[in-house]
Structure formats: structure tokens, C-alpha cells
């Protein structure tokens, strides 16, 4: 089975099962509402792990889109760029928020603190970034990372999920931890409607098993 429930978080084996997952759940569940970007469909709240992520996923590779899964694989030799979907991981003053999190986990292993806000005071109101939060903590002594989403649309989410996964396999190697499985949670999850011909063409050419 390509994903399972366990007090309402769904858990997928890899990206590409993920995203159509969460497609899936958008596509039956959503209503017709409005974003800054225009009038979109949008799905109520979701809770989500997966597994494994990779810029190689077969399902991301054969529907996704292909030009943003290079640029962003590239991206990865690039640290410092920023843009909407890569977190601001420095604080106010260039404070180092990742490398605060690895010194207090080292500190107090079982602690539910190691959490970071994305938003930075003095932000433009119309403009915070869609992700929100990143939390960190270790059980069953692996390092599990969840990242909060205000908004996304879950079209191309994946070309966020998967750097978030680079994020968490660093705090992981930095405490010398196996990394657990990304969680995220997206409070409003969306499709635009100048979309909707593409994402029922994804979902139409994928049986149903792939998704949640």
C-alpha cells in the first residue's frame, strides 16, 4: 500500500506517492475559494509523512515538472540561494537557528523546544513565506523534522519537500543520527485553477493505489 493512517497522519513511502496523495486530497475534498494568486480549489488541512525523497523519483520524473526538478536539483550545490519555497534558516542579528537546534537536541535529546520560526519580525504582512516553522526532534533515536505550511499549492509541492529533507539529513549528520521520515503540515492546502486541466491530467494517468 502506498500510504497508511495512524491518528490522521498519512505516511507514504516516497515523494512522488506523496504528492499524488495529497493531489488526490485536494481534487475530492476541495472547494472552490481565493488566494493572492487568484482563484483556486482549496483542501482542508493535512498531515503527512514520507519515507524517502529523491530528486530521481520515478513519479516526480515521468509527471512532474521536469525543468523545476533540474533547477532545483542544481540548487543544491548552491546553499545561499533563497527563494519562496527555500526556508530563511537565519534569525534575527545572523543568528545560526539550525546550529542552535543541533546544540540544544545534544543537550536535552528528549526535547519537544528544538523548533525554529521561519517568519522574520518586520516582514511585509502580505508577503510571509509559505513555510512557516520547522521542528526537530529525536525518537526512537532518529531525528524527525516536521515543516508547518501556512499555504502551498500542492501542485509542485514536491520541489519543496525535497530540499526540506537536505535540511533535516544535515541536523541528522550533525548529532550523528539516522534521519526518521519528513512531516509535513499544510494548513491550506490549494490547487489554482488555471491548473486544474494539468492536475486532472496527472491523476487521470495514475491508478488510484498511488495515492492515499
Excluded at 500510504?3 to 476541495?30: S, Y
Excluded at 525523497?53 to 513519479?59: G, R, S
Excluded at 545560526?96 to 522574520?120: G, H, M
Excluded at 491550506?188 to 496527472?202: G, I, L, M, T
Amino acid at each position: 500500500m502506498a500510504a497508511g493512517r495512524e491518528h490522521d497522519v498519512r505516511r507514504f513511502e516516497t515523494c512522488g506517492q506523496a504528492w499524488i496523495g495529497v493531489l488526490r486530497h485536494v481534487w475530492t475534498a476541495g472547494v472552490a475559494g481565493m488566494d493572492d494568486c487568484g482563484p483556486i480549489i482549496e483542501g482542508p488541512p493535512v498531515l503527512f509523512e514520507v519515507a524517502s525523497l529523491t530528486w530521481e523519483d520515478p513519479l516526480l520524473r515521468e509527471h512532474g515538472d521536469r525543468v523545476g526538478l533540474v533547477r532545483r536539483a542544481q540548487e543544491r550545490t548552491r546553499p545561499d540561494t533563497r527563494g519562496v519555497d527555500r526556508p530563511a534558516l537565519r534569525g534575527p542579528g545572523g543568528a545560526d537557528q539550525l546550529a542552535w537546534v543541533v546544540d540544544l537536541l545534544r543537550a536535552r535529546p528528549w526535547t519537544t523546544s528544538a523548533w525554529i520560526s521561519l517568519v522574520l519580525p518586520g516582514e511585509p504582512a502580505e508577503g510571509p513565506p509559505c513555510l512557516t516553522a520547522l521542528s526537530f526532534r529525536i525518537r526512537d533515536y532518529r531525528l524527525i523534522m516536521t515543516g508547518m505550511f501556512r499555504s502551498q499549492n500542492v501542485f509542485k509541492g514536491y520541489l519543496t519537500y525535497i530540499p526540506l529533507r537536505a535540511v533535516q539529513l544535515g541536523v541528522a549528520e550533525e548529532l550523528g543520527l539516522p534521519s526518521g521520515p519528513l512531516r509535513v503540515f499544510v494548513d491550506v492546502p490549494h490547487v489554482r485553477v488555471a491548473d486544474v486541466e494539468r492536475v486532472a491530467s496527472v491523476l487521470t494517468a495514475l491508478p488510484a493505489p498511488s495515492a492515499a
